[in-house]
T-cell receptor
Framework: QKEVEQDPGPLSVPEGAIVSLNCTYSNSAFQYFMWYRQYSRKGPELLMYTYSSGNKEDGRFTAQVDKSSKYISLFIRDSQPSDSATYLCAMTLTDSWGKLQFGAGTQVVVTP | ETGVTQTPRHLVMGMTNKKSLKCEQHLGHNAMYWYKQSAKKPLELMFVYNFKEQTENNSVPSRFSPECPNSSHLFLHLHTLQPEDSALYLC???????????FGEGSRLTVL
């Protein structure tokens, strides 16, 4: 069983729709949960992070963590063509931000 | 130059060649990392350097040899690679081992 599972997609949505992404994981010791965005031929960049369970909102982006279910989500409201990218979930133990366990990434395509 | 710079961006090599990947960070960070990204697979942590000292080797085959001469530069020396080593190699840096990762754009390696 992979430590972090993520549906590879592609996920195609029309402009303006809500994009819903999620990951499941097996290690209950993970404490920090991140979402990275990776454009084609670029390196990943950190979008958001959440510590332990709960929700976090940043503009059009909302991250949710449910540690009891070992399930994390990212929602993108009012999606734009510029949101077309691969979204990677990542997680780590306390104070080990450099040693991340990544999901395989979900490719998102937002069509005008 | 800003951020994390990787050269070359693309590399094709035969199985008997020796080549090196270079990474330079201009962020004043003191931790540097090599990650491997294969198609449809999660990013895999390969090596971690903290203040020029290697603190993590994630069971990487000896045909990959890292070198960190100072906190700003990181190399990955490659020799007698296998076709399955073809991947995107990403360098990253962070302020400390617990800080946010900043990735370069990667070096796309093809082994023939």
């Amino acid at each position: 069983q992979k430590e972090v599972e993520q549906d590879p997609g592609p996920l195609s949505v029309p402009e303006g729709a809500i994009v819903s992404l999620n990951c499941t994981y097996s290690n209950s010791a993970f404490q920090y949960f991140m979402w990275y965005r990776q454009y084609s031929r670029k390196g990943p960049e950190l979008l958001m992070y959440t510590y332990s369970s709960g929700n976090k909102e940043d503009g059009r982006f909302t991250a949710q963590v449910d540690k009891s279910s070992k399930y994390i989500s990212l929602f993108i409201r009012d999606s734009q063509p510029s949101d077309s990218a691969t979204y990677l979930c990542a997680m780590t133990l306390t104070d080990s931000w450099g040693k991340l366990q990544f999901g395989a990434g979900t490719q998102v395509v937002v069509t005008p | 130059e800003t951020g994390v710079t990787q050269t070359p961006r693309h590399l094709v090599m035969g199985m008997t060649n020796k080549k090196s990947l270079k990474c330079e960070q201009h962020l004043g960070h003191n931790a540097m990392y090599w990650y491997k990204q294969s198609a449809k697979k999660p990013l895999e942590l390969m090596f971690v350097y903290n203040f020029k000292e290697q603190t993590e080797n994630n069971s990487v085959p000896s045909r990959f040899s890292p070198e960190c001469p100072n906190s700003s530069h990181l190399f990955l020396h490659l020799h007698t690679l296998q076709p399955e080593d073809s991947a995107l190699y990403l360098c990253a840096s962070s302020q400390r081992a617990t800080g946010e990762l900043f990735f370069g754009e990667g070096s796309r390696l093809t082994v023939l």
